[in-house]
């Protein structure tokens, strides 16, 4: 069993940052990817970003490509994500995920079976 924790949302105005930090712990050491979903009221979770352990390969959202940045520091068992020149449009809870397994192109929810309580990040104008 995974567990992780979100840290790091709150509310920025539109063109701001953030960064979001997930804690892993437990079973860490079968986990293949880690990944940041996103969910807004009434709409479906979705992929924003995702990163391979062993070699860093990293998937993003054509939504938040040059925006975001997913990285991980394996020695603390942490994963990021810098959230640059945000929108208001990035409004959502953004939750932390992990799997042992493949993923699909694109990642999907289903694929992870680890996930944290989720952070919200709200944008303003």
């Known amino acids: 069993q995974v567990r992780l924790v979100e840290s790091g949302g709150g509310s920025v105005q539109a063109g701001g940052s953030l960064r979001l930090s997930c804690a892993a712990s437990?079973?860490?050491?079968?986990?293949?990817?880690m990944g940041w979903f996103r969910q807004a009221p009434g709409q479906a979770r979705e992929a924003v970003a995702t990163i391979e352990i062993s070699h860093g390969g990293a998937y993003y959202a054509d939504s938040v490509k040059g925006r975001f940045t997913v990285s991980l520091n394996n020695a603390k068992n942490m994963v990021y994500l810098q959230l640059n020149s945000l929108k208001l449009e990035d409004t959502a809870m953004y939750y932390c995920a992990s799997t042992r397994g493949i993923l699909g192109y694109p990642p999907m929810s289903q694929d992870f079976s680890s996930w944290g309580q989720g952070t919200q990040v709200t944008v303003s104008s």
């Open positions: 437990g079973d860490t050491d079968s986990v293949r990817y």
